[in-house]
């Protein structure tokens, strides 16, 4: 308690990307989101893969504020509930983040993006 300094408070607003990223050296923020975060991995484009008589679907991108590589899972099958509420996206990066818990993965930032079941 008391060594980190505090964020800056709502940055809010237009900006298209937050001014300090992408960061590779940024802290683990848990639950963190922003805009800046979502946009541009809800439009990063899915794959997919067929499994038997299944399709999963994933995406891999660098992280909008770490820049570490992530993926965006949809297991065959699963997607087909994920229609109408969409995808959980986190970052799953390997590489480290002050402050993330033992075992953990990414820089803590994620949203809810559009399913691949909203594609063609
Ligand atoms: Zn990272
Ligand atoms: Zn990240």
Redo the contacts with the bound molecule.
């Keep these: 308690m008391g060594t980190d300094p505090d964020p800056a408070p709502g940055t809010s607003a237009a900006g298209p990307a937050e001014p300090t990223w992408p960061d590779p050296d940024c802290p683990f923020v848990g639950g963190g989101n922003s805009p800046a975060w979502t946009t541009p991995v809800t439009e990063a484009a899915w794959q997919s893969r067929k499994i038997g008589d299944e399709v999963d679907y994933y995406k891999a991108l660098g992280?909008p504020?770490?820049s570490?590589n992530?993926v965006v899972f949809v297991a065959a099958g699963a997607f087909r509930g994920a229609e109408d509420r969409g995808v959980v996206a986190t970052?799953n990066?390997v590489e480290e983040h002050k402050g993330r818990p033992d075992g953990g993965k990414?820089?803590g930032?994620g949203a809810w993006i559009a399913g691949p079941g909203e594609q063609p």
């Design positions: 992280c504020r770490c570490h992530m970052c990066c990414g820089c930032y």
